[in-house]
């Protein structure tokens, strides 16, 4: 008797284990599908980006004021983690890498504010930035357009607004979603009339 219940028990924790092992290996699976299936990572390669000047259109926007949007914004985009490489206008590596965006700023609308009128007032004097940036292939594709604000309202100094305006595109940068290389070459039909890609719908 002593013996059978011995058994059995040996039973049930070979089989209890068992069990456990298969639930375990079935967890993993599911995890490593789900890893694979949410994002590019593993399955598209990760874009470059090399990042343009900043483009001032008809606003007299100090040549400080662009050098230190341009600046902020270099540094920013590093830290989003969304791009394998952020290389300045001109860099010589860009012509060799075969995944790159290029990011086009304009500014679309500067209000020049007044540091001493924000110091003794809260509804006056604030520095207002708007821009246009674009993430475009070298083909011209557009696979990012978005209106982008920089603003100092309160205490500050008017450079503030830089710092704002580029943190601010790389935040809307680092929470959109665009199409991997590989995705965007197979979604991306050839314009029969110019023979140049056109833009899909994502």
């Known amino acids: ?19 456990a092992l298969a639930l375990s290996v079935g967890l993993a699976g599911q995890t ?3 890893k694979s299936s949410g994002g590019t ?21 100090a040549h400080s004021f662009q050098v230190a949007i341009y600046e902020n914004l270099l540094e920013e985009l590093a830290k989003t983690k969304r791009f394998k490489q952020v290389l300045r206008e001109g860099d010589s590596k860009a012509g060799q890498l075969p995944n790159l965006l290029i990011l086009k700023t304009k500014l679309v609308k500067y209000t020049r504010g007044s540091e001493t009128q924000r110091a003794v007032t809260t509804v006056s004097g604030a520095t207002k930035l708007s821009v246009q940036s674009q993430l475009i ?21 008017n450079f503030r607004a830089t710092h704002n305006l580029a943190r ?3 935040k809307v940068i680092k ?12 979604n991306s039909p050839v314009n029969p009339d110019s023979g140049r890609h056109t833009s899909p719908a994502f």
């Open 175 to 186: 929470q959109s979603e665009w199409p991997g290389p590989r995705r965007l070459a197979r």
């Open 168 to 170: 601010n595109i790389a």
């Open 1 to 19: 008797m002593k013996t059978t219940k011995r058994n059995s028990w040996i039973f049930c924790v070979a089989a209890g284990v068992t069990i």
């Open 32 to 34: 490593a599908t789900a």
């Open 41 to 61: 990572s593993g399955s598209d390669p990760q874009w470059s980006v090399q990042v343009e000047r900043i483009d001032p259109g008809h606003m007299d926007l």
């Open 137 to 157: 292939t070298r083909d011209g594709n557009i696979v990012l357009d978005r209106s982008v604000q920089g603003n100092v309202r309160f205490f500050g100094s």
